[in-house]
């Protein structure tokens, strides 16, 4: 492998082949007992905890060298915590990139899960900041590790009901507890939730990373996943009651953007390969003539991410992924970096 | 129930105790207690400071292991059973009161929240019945309906206290373990909480093992006394009769230090 590589001090991947080997045990005890949090050793990575360290490392010990990777951030594939660590992988890796999901078979990612519905084969690797989903409400870890160990659940439910007595409904929005395959209680980092119907029957497997506290855990494909609720206050997935001012879709999840400082504002789909694709074949929201006005001029970011997938995908992703390209940058120039 | 079943039923113990004893190393927690406790019967357990009656209390209810000795509730070894059995118990039948409310209450949760939680832990999922449950029961500890979303920490000493007990109440357990409930209180408020005790007591047919240095607490509640004094029990019989005339020294020493007013 090492003769792809431009920095060729770095074995591939960065991580030493026995710290990989260390966190693909933790993967497959993971995998086998499903929503349990597996410690791992997680190591020092060249970035700041809090920037996606675990996800890192467990992209790290899934890749390939054949794999195509995919990085989002709010379900942006531009923003910054997107773009460096993209770089990072085709520096210390070699592998190609594409921002087309249907096209990745690695997809790390932050605080979304993609539109595109995801497929056999594919692995979506999740940045964690704070695995125990009963942290909040019991600080010490012995007494949260005894709570999961005899399902003792009743707490989760006490947040909720705090929830409704305040709020008169269940405002939990993101990182909205989850119980797999009836057993453990699961917190799905914090993706709004609603992309939590997302997680139960998904073809693809979904593995968990938190770096700083050092925990593994997975969803092993078509587990199933229940948000936890109320008989009389049931789960609903939610988004902002609009449609993509982009694209149109009514469908998706939408980021507000804020556009002057008189009021003015779009709705904008947070996945921006979802939006893209839909405006390539031709689907138009509000603003989207106004938006596409300004020619497009290339982005620092977007072309890093894209420039060196031309190496090894020079197939599905360079004829995908250009013409959208353009048109997505006119239409963030507004700020989807703000709304991250 | 009918009377007949009750008294059927009090012919056996609920909570047998055998020899247990519990040390701290070379120094004795509890030595050699035994004693049995019948369904509806309020056990007090008076002492001085470092008599052993809270290490005794907490080996009861499984907060501590005993070194040896037996406890068998409702038929069943307590100390031989798994623990995610005995977790469950002590959500269900057992009930623990803490001498300070901050223990066992969470105080970043409303009071309905603090209320209901032993029932979601049970597995009661629907949040109407859960908050209509939670306001009965805080009515029948004399707590205003307006606080129920209000936090513990905005509550005085004696209505944390309440809170507590309505907190363990709630599942209707049958044995109820509690440990200097009114310590801490001042005396008209310590009457009121007595009061309130001795009522719900008496109309839902609790065991109680009350632990206190308060003879006048045991004197309200207590139908049986226990008296402990350096890990063991020196003196045990009907209240009254061991504050009337008690037989140790000191039983007799504990009796006439009480400060009469």
């Known amino acids: 492998m090492t003769e792809q590589l431009d920095a060729g001090a770095y074995n591939f991947a960065y991580l030493d082949e026995q710290t990989k080997r260390m966190i693909r045990r933790a993967i497959l005890k993971a995998i086998a007992v499903p929503g349990y949090q597996v410690p791992f050793a997680s190591r020092e990575m060249p970035m700041p905890y809090g920037w996606g360290t675990g996800g890192v490392q467990v992209t790290a010990a899934c890749l390939v060298p054949e794999d195509r990777l995919k990085v989002i951030d709010q379900g942006a594939d531009d923003t910054t915590n997107a773009v460096s660590i ?106 709004p939730k609603f992309d939590n119907p997302k997680l139960g029957n998904n073809p693809a497997i979904q593995l968990f990373g938190a770096g700083r506290e050092q925990r593994i855990y997975a969803l092993p494909p078509w587990s199933r996943v229940e948000s936890l609720d109320f008989d009389d206050h049931p789960f609903r997935p ?66 890093e991410g894209g420039a060196p997938s031309d190496g090894l995908a020079q197939g599905g992703a360079a004829l995908a992924s250009p013409p959208p390209r353009g048109e997505g940058l006119g239409a963030g120039g507004a700020g989807p970096e703000g709304t991250a | 129930m009918t009377l007949m079943e009750r008294m059927a039923m009090t012919d056996q113990p609920l909570l047998r105790v055998e020899g247990l004893t519990k040390r701290y190393g070379q120094r004795i927690g509890c030595a050699e207690v035994s004693f049995d406790l019948y369904p509806g019967e309020v056990l007090g357990i008076v002492g001085e400071s470092g008599s052993g009656k809270s290490t005794l209390l907490s080996c009861l209810a ?12 409702d038929g069943r070894d307590v100390l031989a059973m798994p623990e995610t059995e005995r977790r469950r118990l002590s959500r269900t039948d057992w009930a623990y009161v803490h001498q300070n409310p901050r223990d066992g209450l969470r105080m970043g949760v409303s009071a309905g929240g603090n209320v209901g939680e032993r029932l979601m832990a049970v597995g009661a999922r629907h949040y109407g019945e859960i908050r209509g449950k939670a306001a009965d029961w805080l009515a029948r500890v004399e707590i205003a309906a307006d606080r129920i979303d209000d936090r513990p920490s905005a509550f005085s000493g004696g209505m944390q206290q309440r809170l507590q007990i309505a907190r363990n109440l709630v599942t209707g357990p049958r044995l109820v373990f509690m440990d200097e409930p009114t310590g801490g209180l001042d005396v008209s408020v310590q009457a009121r909480l007595l009061d309130l005790l001795r009522g719900l007591v008496r109309d839902l047919g609790l065991s109680v093992i009350i632990v206190t240095h308060d003879l006048a607490v045991v004197r309200l509640l207590a139908h049986r006394l226990m008296v402990m004094k350096s890990g063991r029990v020196v003196e045990q ?25």
């Open chain 2, 237 to 261: 019989g009907l209240t009254d009769q061991v504050l009337d005339d008690p037989q140790h020294a000191y039983t007799q020493l504990l009796v006439s230090s009480v400060l009469q007013v």
């Open chain 1, 86 to 191: 993209r770089r990072f992988f085709q520096r210390t890796a070699g592998v190609a990139t594409t921002e087309a999901t249907a096209e990745a078979t690695v997809i790390q990612t932050r605080h979304r899960i993609p539109e595109t519905p995801l497929k056999a084969g594919q692995i979506l690797v999740y940045q964690v900041p704070i695995p125990e989903p009963l942290r909040f409400l019991e600080p010490r870890e012995t007494e949260t590790r005894k709570m999961h160990a005899l399902e003792e659940y009743g707490l989760m439910h006490v947040k909720l009901y705090e929830d409704i007595a305040r709020h008169g409904q269940i405002a939990t929005s993101y990182a909205y507890p989850v119980r797999v395959e009836g057993r453990y209680v699961m917190d799905p980092s914090p993706i």
């Open chain 2, 62 to 73: 499984g907060h501590q292991r005993a070194d040896l000795g037996r406890i068998v509730y």
């Open chain 1, 238 to 303: 939610s988004k902002a009651p609009h449609r993509c001012d982009l694209c149109g879709a009514g469908h998706s999840y939408l980021d507000e953007v804020i556009t002057d400082d008189a009021g003015g504002r779009m709705f904008v789909c947070s996945d921006t390969d979802f939006c893209a694709g839909r405006r390539a074949r031709g689907h138009r929201g509000r603003l989207a003539a106004e938006a596409s006005a300004p020619p497009p001029h290339p982005s620092p970011t977007r072309g």
